[in-house]
């Protein structure tokens, strides 16, 4: 029987968000355990979708700054799931690449 994780679903209220943020707790517990360091700092959240929720979100008592845009493996995403800011990232790239290349 395949297995989905519960944060592979949609956060449909605050049981939902509360079971996301047990799973979290998990996370934190189990690093400890086993004597691996989180980077909270590196860790934020973004609510995708027309539907954001309030629900604030901590690991190991720090609470997870929320992002509209992130940059992941060179990708750019955003909350909105529009590719705007790949592209304008994209654009300025090529604009330095044609700068930085002379033609003779």
């Known amino acids: 029987m395949l ?3 519960r944060y592979f679903k949609n956060l449909r209220d605050a049981t939902d ?3 996301l943020q047990s799973d979290s707790d998990n996370l934190v ?18 609510h995708v979708g027309k539907q954001k929720d309030s629900f604030s979100y901590y690991m ?3 609470k997870l700054t929320e992002e509209e845009v992130e940059k992941d493996l060179g990708v750019w995403i955003s909350s909105d799931m529009k590719c705007s800011q790949q592209c304008i990232q994209a654009s300025r790239v090529m604009g330095m690449i ?4 002379s033609t003779t």
């Open 17 to 19: 968000c509360s079971m």
């Open 98 to 101: 044609s700068i930085s290349i």
């Open 29 to 46: 517990t189990w690093a400890e355990k086993w004597q691996m360091d989180l980077n909270v700092q590196k860790c934020k959240v973004m």
């Open 60 to 62: 190991g008592g720090m």
């Open 3 to 5: 297995m989905i994780p």
